[in-house]
């Protein structure tokens, strides 16, 4: 018996890679301003005890804003599997960031849908039978629709057409 091994590209990794790291720049920038601007606000009062005061104040308060900037972009933006590989019967899906692989046999797949997502942009969600839900990342609709054609098959054979 053959094996069938297809690779299939969802969303752009490259372009991921860069907002992403532009995002964490704007994200500790928001953080170095939030910093300086309660710092500020602590020492308008006083000479030196409320700038002291205001350090660990703004140093919290800079990492928790930096963090939910950062936060939110990944899990709106970035996050999902950005590619898979369909050996046989076996799905190994490819994570960016952090980069990981997860691999999962097509028995324990219970389904494999498209959803539509930001800005006329879609997502492919791979259903296990643990109840966990994998999706990818953000990609065209032509890419979703191409990726879930291959996939259903796989894991739902009875949606091959008859001959």
């Known amino acids: 018996m053959e094996r ?19 995002c ?10 939030t910093y300086g601007v309660i710092v500020r606000l602590a020492s308008m009062g006083s000479m030196d005890g409320g700038r002291r005061a205001g350090r660990g104040a703004g140093i ?40 990981r692989y997860v691999t999962r046999t097509a028995v324990n797949l219970l389904k494999v849908e498209q959803e539509p997502a930001f800005k006329s942009r879609w997502r492919l969600a791979v259903h296990d039978v643990d109840g966990e839900v994998y999706q990818s990342a953000l990609a065209s609709q032509q890419d979703v629709q191409r990726a879930y054609a ?8 009875e949606s091959l057409p008859r001959p």
């Not at 069938?4 to 532009?22: E, M, N, Q, R, S």
């Not at 964490?24 to 301003?33: D, N, T």
């Open 150 to 157: 291959l996939l259903n098959p796989v894991i739902d054979p």
């Open 60 to 99: 919290s308060f800079g990492v928790v804003v930096a963090c939910v900037a950062f936060v939110t972009f990944y899990a709106s933006s970035v996050a999902g599997f950005y590619d898979f590989h369909l050996d046989g019967d076996r799905v190994v899906l490819h994570y960016l960031l952090p980069e």
């Open 4 to 22: 069938k091994v297809l690779h299939v590209i969802l969303g752009d990794p490259t372009g991921a890679l860069w907002g992403t790291l532009l």
């Open 24 to 33: 964490l720049a704007f994200s500790v920038a928001l953080g170095v301003l």
